[in-house]
């Protein structure tokens, strides 16, 4: 094999992986809230709605291993506000970088909803009873909220 076809070679199989990594952290908006992380995969612990954002305090150590968010998709509709969440988990958070087990999320808005909606991998639930009250107790002096 000549060093200008081993170059090519070598040359698709770089450019192939930059595709695959690129596609994987930016790529998954493409497919809505169907690629986002399943709301009963993770706790939510409390929420605030003001006039210009709401802010979402959860924990991604439910059902996954907690890996580095990748971010968030919102869509506001006739007072509803349906939000997705995206962070690496299962294999790949164990295989890539970890972030914080416990985050905050600041979605800004346009109108105050008049309901939440957590959405991701064909899963719908309402906030109100996605929250976890009893267990942010339990851990508030250990982490750092708003």
């Not at 908006?29 to 305090?57: H, M, N, Q």
């Amino acid at each position: 094999m000549t060093k200008k076809r081993l170059g090519i070679i070598l040359g698709i199989i770089a450019v192939l992986i930059a595709g695959v990594v690129l596609m994987y952290n930016f790529g998954w908006r493409l497919w809505g809230f169907s690629a986002c992380v399943s709301p009963e995969g993770y706790v939510t612990y409390c929420y605030e709605i003001t006039e210009d954002y709401v802010k979402i305090l959860f924990d991604k150590n439910g059902y996954h291993n907690n890996g580095r968010t990748l971010g968030y998709i919102a869509e506001e509709k006739d007072g509803v506000l349906r939000i997705g969440i995206k962070y690496l988990n299962g294999i790949t958070a164990l295989l890539f970088d970890k972030g914080e087990r416990i985050e905050t999320l600041t979605v800004p808005i346009t109108s105050k909803p008049d309901k939440i909606i957590l959405c991701g991998n064909g899963f719908e639930i309402d906030i109100n009873d996605h929250v976890n009250e009893e267990a942010y107790e339990s851990i508030k002096d250990l982490i750092t909220i708003w």
